[in-house]
């Protein structure tokens, strides 16, 4: 069993960066690939997705229905023990659907995490709602400067 370094801090939180890059820079594909194979996504209100593929058209799907979408990872802690980790993030999301409704909500991810031959990936990934808002005013959307495809 290996023991947990400063490395495996470090690249369980640039994967948990990278969650949220390929969130807001709309890359299922690139979000799908930080999940093992088989791993699982638990968003609320939306059918849990196991593996890659299922993961990265549970994004997509969710993308198309709010063009204009931010997510910021704040906080968080990490507990590895040898090849598995567990860690806690509290996120912030802005957006707004195609006729401009804006919504913003704080939530927290609970990971289970595994090392593989590639690095550190989500063996899964649950959501949960803290808090929930409908912003009145309509809010101005720029495009992600590295927006994929």
């Known amino acids: 069993m290996a023991s947990c370094t400063s490395a495996d801090q470090t690249e369980i939180r640039d994967l948990t960066?990278?969650?949220t890059d390929a969130?807001?820079?709309r890359a299922p594909q690139e979000l799908?690939?930080?999940f093992t194979e088989r791993g699982e996504w638990h968003v609320p209100g939306v059918p849990a997705a196991t593996g890659r593929?299922?993961?990265a058209a549970?994004?997509?799907t969710l993308l198309d229905g709010f063009p204009h979408l931010i997510q910021l990872t704040h906080s968080g802690h990490v507990d590895v023990s040898g090849d598995t980790a567990t860690a806690t993030w509290y996120i912030t999301e802005s957006g707004a659907d195609a006729?401009?409704?804006g919504f913003g909500f704080t939530g927290v991810y609970t990971d289970d995490l595994v090392r593989t031959a590639?690095?550190?990936r989500f063996a899964r990934r649950s959501f949960a709602f803290l808090q929930r808002t409908r912003p009145e005013a309509k809010t101005r959307w720029?495009?992600?400067p590295h927006a994929a495809g």
């Open 17 to 19: 960066a990278r969650f």
């Open 23 to 25: 969130v807001n820079r």
């Open 32 to 34: 799908a690939a930080l």
């Open 53 to 55: 593929e299922a993961i």
């Open 58 to 60: 549970v994004l997509a």
């Open 99 to 101: 006729s401009g409704n």
């Open 118 to 120: 590639d690095g550190w």
């Open 142 to 144: 720029y495009p992600h």
